[in-house]
């Protein structure tokens, strides 16, 4: 399970990451925006590739790939931490 | 973790809200009136209007007894005034022209004799829905006593998502070409989040197309509020009108909104209230009124005005049926709804919050009672797209067929214009309305269940509580407080008011 390093607030395009003191991080765009949304409702990793094929109108495989990659990035910029196995 | 809102969280108050206090802005009261009226006009739309008095013959005019005077309406011209008998007859002898009519009434009917903004309406080219209805799922997780949507029974199909992606495109590109600004999207259910992932899906990609397109979005739900912090949390987030339905107090609610175990689901549907309130979504609490809680209107809006905060009360009569009745609920009596809904009105406003009920909308003339025959889209989860969120079988056993369009497997949208277009001539044929002054505010109620085609031309119990509270709140707008609460207090005034049979005061349509 993974979940947020930082705040963050929903925007009108996405999700925009902010850490205390720091102020905005960057911005993280759709069909990413539905990935951190599900993250932080604390969706298993299945859960969430499924919502982010659907947003992105990908196939799975590419899901599995845009995801991996999505949290790999967010993982190296310590925007978010693993806490626990994925179901 | 602090869960941060600040970029949406700017206001409590939605941009609805705000839409419609704008709208009052423009239409406040003049000064310096006479017999005992307060007038207004309606400036906008200035471009739109008719120049000639004549074409008026239209209805356009009317008036209603009220507790010994008449209240002059006139809804095209954004007018409006309390006469006395004298002065109603003059303005009848007058109209259109009002040469002779003496100075003093002449101030009253200037609103009147202004030029009036044509009839509302849709024009007949081609599509521009206003409004996109996602049904996700008729499932639902609770079991309503007066729910006729098949509830906890319904069918548990989901809606595939992928079919309200391609109405969404379909949709956009339609508001792109006529230049839209804006996107509303309501969720309906049976309760959209027992399909929780697909609406979240549908959510997400209306936010995704409309930020590439360059039109905002305006999310809704209908939703009975029966789900955890985490959702309620979502909901927060990214919806800007939230309708949650809850029966004002929590013995009515566990009574007749009972999980399907039969446990009352009061408690939490009330922490999903306080979460919400909490945050910046425009929240309107749905109350269905049954001959149970009708006397109990103005304590449900001390109630939930005092333990919530809330932007809208929205009072709605029961719709009867084969449910409703075994469970021995039945409509109000619609003289004590009138009442309740008045003293519930003048309870909340004295905290900050509106009340409502559907078919009293004075705010601007329309000519459809809801979205249907606006071209208004609703996906339903079999694909089908109808005109009305209603299950077939209400509207087939009226002989309606409200369904115009299918998104396939596949992703292709087809519709049938041709279709489109008869519903929207159906909402145009109303012919009890005709003679009515809520005619372009009520506008027929539920084109279903109340004014379907062949209904009866006498005003029923819907009729009589619209007209009443119709002519109570142009009282209020008038300024005129007090007739309206004199209205309220006499049952004869309140009757006659209710069965006037002809309202129009258009020459030739005098009565």
Redesign the interface.
Same mark, same amino acid.
């Given at each position: 399970m993974w979940?947020?390093s930082v705040?963050?607030? !929903?925007?009108?395009?996405?999700v925009?990451l902010?850490r205390p003191g720091e102020g905005v991080i960057c911005s993280v765009?759709?069909?990413y925006?539905?990935v951190w949304?599900?993250m !932080?409702?604390?969706f298993d990793t299945r859960?969430m590739l499924?919502?982010l094929s659907?947003?992105a109108?990908v196939d799975e495989d590419e899901g599995r790939r845009m995801l991996a990659a999505c949290l790999g990035n967010w993982q190296e910029a310590r925007l978010i931490a693993e806490d626990g196995p994925s179901a | 973790m602090v869960r941060g809102r600040g970029v949406q969280a700017l206001s409590k108050a939605g941009e609805l809200k705000r839409r419609l206090q704008g709208r009052m802005q423009q239409r406040r009261p003049a000064t310096g009136s006479l017999f005992q009226a307060q007038q207004f006009l309606r400036r906008e739309r200035a471009d739109n209007m008719h120049e000639n008095d004549s074409q008026l013959c239209e209805p356009s005019v009317y008036a209603v007894p009220v507790a010994g005077r008449w209240l002059v309406h006139a809804p095209l011209h954004g007018g409006g005034a309390l006469v006395n008998r004298a002065s109603l007859e003059l303005i009848k002898r007058g109209y259109p022209s009002w040469i002779n009519a003496p100075e003093p009434l002449r101030e009253v009917i200037a609103p009147l004799r202004g030029p009036a903004i044509p009839p509302p309406s849709l024009p007949d080219d081609a599509p521009c829905p206003s409004l996109l209805v996602i049904v996700p799922t008729r499932a639902c997780n609770m079991k309503c006593v007066y729910c006729d949507f098949g509830g906890h029974e319904a069918g548990r199909a989901l809606l595939d998502p992928e079919r309200a992606f391609c109405v969404i495109d379909h949709v956009l590109t339609l508001l792109a070409h006529h230049g839209a600004p804006s996107l509303r999207v309501h969720f309906f259910g049976g309760e959209p989040f027992v399909a929780g992932d697909v609406t979240d899906a549908v959510v997400h990609y209306v936010r995704a197309q409309c930020g590439r397109a360059g039109i905002r979005p305006w999310l809704e739900v209908s939703t009975n509020g029966l789900f955890d912090a985490a959702r309620a949390a979502f909901v927060g987030d990214y919806f800007d009108t939230v309708v949650l339905s809850f029966d004002g107090e929590p013995a009515f609610q566990d009574r007749n909104r009972p999980s399907p175990d039969g446990g009352g689901s009061s408690e939490r549907v009330m922490d999903t209230i306080r979460a919400l309130s909490a945050t910046r979504v425009e929240l309107c609490i749905r109350v269905c009124v049954t001959n149970e809680n009708a006397a109990r209107m103005e304590d449900i809006a001390r109630f939930l005005c005092s333990s919530f905060d809330m932007d809208i009360i929205d009072f709605e009569v029961l719709a009867e049926n084969t449910l409703s009745s075994a469970a021995g609920l039945r409509a109000p009596d619609p003289f004590e709804f009138a009442r309740g809904f008045a003293a519930a009105s003048r309870c909340a406003a004295a905290r900050g919050v509106r009340v409502v009920t559907g078919a009293v909308d004075t705010l601007e003339p329309r000519h459809s009672f809801c979205p249907m025959g606006t071209d208004a889209l609703m996906l339903m989860p079999d694909g089908n797209l109808t005109a009305c969120y209603l299950t077939p079988d209400q509207w087939e056993c009226h002989g309606m067929d409200l369904t115009f369009g299918k998104v396939s497997h596949g992703g292709s949208v087809a519709l049938d214009f041709e279709k489109m277009k008869s519903v929207r001539d159906l909402v145009r044929r109303k012919p009890r309305c005709e003679r009515c002054f809520c005619r372009w505010s009520c506008a027929g109620g539920c084109h279903v269940h109340h004014s379907p085609p062949g209904s009866p031309l006498d005003y029923d119990d819907f009729c009589a509580q619209t007209r009443l509270l119709t002519a109570w709140r142009l009282l209020e707008e008038l300024g005129c407080r007090e007739t309206a609460d004199e209205l309220l207090r006499d049952e004869s005034a309140m009757r006659r008011l209710a069965h006037h049979v002809d309202d129009r005061i258009c020459e030739g349509d005098a009565r």
């Open positions: 979940r947020p705040e963050w607030v !929903v925007e009108r395009r996405g925009t902010l765009p759709y069909p925006a539905a949304d599900g !932080v409702r604390g859960r499924r919502m659907w947003v109108r | -």
